[in-house]
């Protein structure tokens, strides 16, 4: 790099990493730590040479809006990207990267957090317990599900998805079936033991635990709808630690509220940080604040992860996570 690009970081990241950024980089920090609104990335695009955003930009059309930006890079931190409008993004000629591999074993321990925690009832025993209303044990005292030895219905096979059946294959001793866009290569699925089905309808009737892993936007809305969760078996459960517009969240509400399937236990959220009022009623209903890949390690190496590809970009062109 002969200058030191512009670039913009939208939120607050690991100090350790701000701190290599500010040695090859002009960097722009958003102290406030507050998201951005349309009006300020149209005026971050005709700024900075690069803009690193997270899932709290909306980069939409109305955001984009500038016909001829200085930005060239949106190097993304985080894996997914549905936040991002890639079609509008290339019409103005602007890269778009990720940061895959480096949160997946988080993202998939905190689905096995919420699989375990509303299988085995810790949100209500907990609540209780902090309520001091716990009379002490006694053989029908919340009463769970046992997860070891149950089946496991994933939904998106990718690197996530696979650190899921990792886990619950081989340390749970569970049976994994799988529903993904593409074929999986049988030698990955013999890994965790597990079997492809078609779609997700096949898929459904068969799990004692659903836990999604395919990406959000528009093309998986709602792909778990009211019709879907009536296929699920009778005191199952669904753990969405992937995109919240996934789950038809008033369809889930129903389900919970009527005990159609067992519980439910989310990460993620349509609209969130707003959460429907009614899934705080919901006690089969496990609710953590889009924890993922909220680890030490995992965040600092998601913001190397953006480094390395703003590196790259402005050295060769070439970053490794180009997603388009
Ligand atoms: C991701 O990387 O997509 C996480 O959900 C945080 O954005």
């Not at 890269?95 to 998939?108: E, W």
């Not at 993904?180 to 009737?205: C, F, H, I, M």
């Not at 496990?286 to 924890?291: E, S, T």
């Amino acid at each position: 790099m002969a200058t030191k690009p512009n670039v913009l970081v939208t939120r607050r990241w690991p100090k350790a990493v701000e701190a290599r950024l500010e040695q090859n980089f002009n960097a722009d920090f958003n102290l406030a730590d507050r998201p951005l609104n349309h009006a300020d990335f149209r005026d971050a695009l005709t700024k900075y040479d690069a803009i690193l955003p997270t899932v709290t930009d909306k980069l939409d059309a109305e955001a984009l809006d500038v016909s001829k930006p200085r930005t060239e890079l949106l190097a993304n931190y985080g894996v997914g990207f549905g936040h991002i409008d890639l079609d509008v993004a290339r019409q103005r000629g602007i890269t778009v990267t990720n940061t895959p591999d480096v949160l997946s074993d988080c993202t998939a321990d905190i689905a096995m957090t919420l699989m375990l925690m509303v299988a085995r009832r810790a949100g209500e025993g907990e609540r209780e317990l902090r309520a001091g209303q716990w009379t002490g044990w006694r053989p029908t005292h919340l009463i769970g599900t046992k997860v070891s030895g149950a089946t496991l219905g994933i939904i998106g096979f990718g690197r996530i998805g696979q650190a899921m059946a990792r886990r619950a294959h081989h340390g749970f001793g569970m049976k994994i079936v799988v529903q993904n866009r593409s074929k999986v290569a049988p030698e990955v699925l013999a890994a965790y033991g597990a079997t492809q089905v078609d779609t997700v309808e096949d898929l459904l009737p068969q799990c004692d635990f659903v836990s999604l892993h395919c990406p959000g936007g528009g093309a998986n809305r709602h792909l778990i709808n009211g019709p879907r969760l009536d296929m699920m078996k009778p005191g199952a459960f669904l753990i969405n630690t992937a995109r919240g517009e996934v789950v038809d969240e008033h369809a889930l509400i129903q389900a919970l509220s009527f005990d159609t399937i067992g519980g439910a236990g989310l990460d993620v959220f349509d609209g969130e940080p707003k959460i429907a009022p009614d899934l705080l009623q919901c006690d089969n209903l496990v609710m953590l604040p889009h924890l993922g890949s909220a680890t030490r390690e995992t965040r600092e190496a998601m913001g190397f992860r953006v480094l390395d590809n703003l590196e790259a970009y402005f050295n060769d062109g070439n970053p490794i996570d180009k997603v388009q």
